[in-house]
């Protein structure tokens, strides 16, 4: 039996978790319930760093950066999650009421984390594509064409259309 190098199953995981990673991207911007006007920059910015690799990281980061901004301004937050939970299973003082946890800025940080980790695993997936002897240009169609398509699949996880499709 034929053993592959392992060089080609990490970029094979490494495609793998980049894919998961988007699905959950797509389900998370149907979940905040997204402009078109987001959608349309957000998968621009896709397109951008799909050409230009390392060299997009700031411009991404500025586009995620706004978001948060925008949605901690705003207090938005989707309807399917508590805003805040209580502290009954952590000590509190004896006598006094637990105060309540707000989900949403911690929320807002793990986003920012998931996001920028997505926007670094996008911008330096060039390599591994290579790995797999693509060239630049075959990657860059690879690499929209992953995105696009599982960005797609969590907003049809989100809406519960996705098994109706198949």
Same mark, same amino acid.
């Given at each position: 039996m034929k053993h592959l190098p392992l060089d080609l199953y990490k970029a094979w995981l490494y495609l793998t978790l /980049?894919?998961?990673g988007f699905i959950i991207a797509g389900w998370l911007l149907t979940a905040f319930q997204v402009t078109s006007w987001m959608w349309f920059v957000t998968l621009v910015l896709i397109l951008h760093l799909a050409?230009? $690799?390392s060299e997009g990281i700031v411009l991404g980061s500025a586009w995620i950066i706004g978001i948060i901004f925008f949605g901690v301004v705003f207090q938005i937050w989707p309807s &399917?999650?508590?805003?805040?939970i209580r502290w009954s299973l952590f000590p509190h003082e004896s006598g006094t009421q637990p105060k309540p946890l707000l989900l949403w800025? &911690? $929320?807002y940080m793990l986003l920012w /984390?998931?996001?920028t980790l997505l926007l670094l695993g996008l911008a330096f997936a060039d390599q591994p594509l290579q790995t797999l002897g693509l060239n630049s240009k075959?990657?860059?169609y690879s690499l &929209?064409? /992953?995105s696009w398509i599982c960005l797609g &699949? $969590?907003?049809l996880i989100f809406k519960g259309n996705l098994f109706n499709l198949i």
């Amino acid at each position: 039996m034929k053993h592959l190098p392992l060089d080609l199953y990490k970029a094979w995981l490494y495609l793998t978790l /980049l894919a998961f990673g988007f699905i959950i991207a797509g389900w998370l911007l149907t979940a905040f319930q997204v402009t078109s006007w987001m959608w349309f920059v957000t998968l621009v910015l896709i397109l951008h760093l799909a050409k230009t $690799g390392s060299e997009g990281i700031v411009l991404g980061s500025a586009w995620i950066i706004g978001i948060i901004f925008f949605g901690v301004v705003f207090q938005i937050w989707p309807s &399917i999650w508590p805003k805040k939970i209580r502290w009954s299973l952590f000590p509190h003082e004896s006598g006094t009421q637990p105060k309540p946890l707000l989900l949403w800025p &911690i $929320g807002y940080m793990l986003l920012w /984390l998931f996001s920028t980790l997505l926007l670094l695993g996008l911008a330096f997936a060039d390599q591994p594509l290579q790995t797999l002897g693509l060239n630049s240009k075959q990657s860059f169609y690879s690499l &929209i064409f /992953l995105s696009w398509i599982c960005l797609g &699949i $969590g907003v049809l996880i989100f809406k519960g259309n996705l098994f109706n499709l198949i």
